[in-house]
């Protein structure tokens, strides 16, 4: 079993890269902030929850999170492994995937962290447009949608997140870059850390994941195994 946490600030390009990733890996993306998102629309009582940290910039408490995480790798189509993306973001979230895991008798196969400088972050996340369908990201000039409003994905409308709004951005960036120092160091502790210049194209940050997993051992899954 493949597991790939995706590391990285807010902004930093975890949503655009997971999906992608998906596709070479053969394994399916798991987004915190896409679940939550989802709750929310629905009008969920963990939706309404969540939503007041999210909209504060704040990360949603870990017992909630790692609850619905823990629920959602136990699903089949996560068998033969899964991309992280947004979790974990505290100490805590990573001591419990851990045990989770071990339980199964798997580990954490590769964290890799996407590491883009703040002026970046900010820039990044105040252009973002995401799709109402699965949460695919654009930006307005880095990475346009081909029809505007429109995802090249799935053919569903782009609207721009309540938390990328300027002071919301601030917020994140203040409240959770401490909490993910302690998680990168929970991965290099645990020697599965690998590092990769997010300040680069798209294409070629992919590339870079790609050596990045290589190094750590993590190859495609073949259909049929897992
Ligand atoms: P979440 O949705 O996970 O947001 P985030 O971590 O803040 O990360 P983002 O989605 O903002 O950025 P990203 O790295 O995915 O960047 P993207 O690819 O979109 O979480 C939202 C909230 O939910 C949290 O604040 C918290 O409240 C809660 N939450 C979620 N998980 C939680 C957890 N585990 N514990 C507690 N709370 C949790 O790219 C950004 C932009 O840059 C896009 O416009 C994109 O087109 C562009 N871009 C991407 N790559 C490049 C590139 N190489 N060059 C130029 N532009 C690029
Ligand atoms: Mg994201």
Redesign the pocket.
Known sequence: MNVVV?L???????????PLLAARLGIPVI????L??AAVRDGTPLGME?RR??DA??????EI?VKL?LERISRPDAKAGVIL??????AV?AAALDEALAGRREQVSAAVL?D?PTE??VR??S????CRGA?H????T??PPRLEGVCDLDGSELYQ?V??RPETIRA?MDQ?LGALEQVIEHYRVARVLRTVN?????T??ADAIDAALADAGVTPVVAGQG
């Open positions: 995706l990285g600030a807010p902004g930093a390009g975890k949503g655009t890269q997971a987004a915190t902030g896409d939550f998102r969540a940290y999210m910039g704040q990360l949603v408490p870990d999170t995480l993306d947004g979790f974990p973001r505290t979230q996407v883009v970046e972050l990044r996340m252009g973002r447009w995401i949460g990201p654009y930006h307005e880095s990475s997140r938390d990328d994140r959770q997010g300040l680069q194209d798209i070629i940050v």
